[in-house]
DNA sequence: TAGCTTGTTCGATGTTTCACGAACATCGAA
DNA sequence: TTCGATGTTCGTGAAACATCGAACAAGCTA
């Protein structure tokens, strides 16, 4: 399950959104869907947040009715050694994703 | 015109053929349309190639009637330092884009 | 000039992706 | 049990993508 296929992660992340979404996990920090704010509806946000999980990019938690996700950081370092800096520096400077924040909670500045 | 956008390069990279096709261009030698082998109809290819070109990862020389291609390695480390690195490392592991190749062609070995 | 080679462009087609709203399933709370 | 919150799934439509074959344009070559 450990699956990670480089066309299917370079694919996932040619979406600004999925970028945005992936910025904003790269904190290793786990997040609520609900946290989550992006300029779509939720359904299409679920749908993002499918790709990403089948890309292997993120992995996710459920708690009660609620979901929770995290960056699979340390897979995706150990598959593909220096790609996820090198994409997160890019998005930094490109500005990628800012569309994407999380919702002020338990933000400890 | 040197603008390379990382969505780009990253959507570019989410196709197997691309990948391959980076791959073999990956020694930083020039290659001519016809050198280029993959299982695809020659328009096909010609497609993929203005692909990587406008997303920035290749550039193109016309002489005559004959193109060759090139792969921007030094702007592209300069942009996303590492990740071509990491890509054409995990497409080795994964041995993506095996179908495509070059034909010998005054091939110096 | 005629013909061959090389690559591009042009539909046509089928698949995939992104997006939305609506309906549905679950869980916890009142 | 009834309600509200949270996600998922479904149906749909628009746009993008991958492919192909055919037609076309431009250079060499005979």
């Known amino acids: 399950m450990g699956e990670i296929a480089l066309t299917g992660v370079m694919a996932a992340l040619g979406d600004p959104i999925r970028v945005g979404l992936v910025r904003v996990l790269a904190d290793g920090r786990e997040r609520g869907w609900g946290e989550l704010q992006a300029p779509v509806a939720k359904s299409t946000l679920s749908h993002h947040l499918r790709v990403l999980r089948d890309a292997g990019l993120t992995r996710t938690r ?6 929770f996700v995290i960056l699979r950081r340390q897979e995706l370092q150990a598959r593909f050694p220096g790609l996820l800096q090198a994409v997160l520096a890019a998005a930094e400077d490109e500005d990628v994703g800012h569309q994407v924040s999380v919702k002020d909670a338990a933000q400890p500045a």
């Open 62 to 67: 459920q708690e009660g009715t609620r979901c």
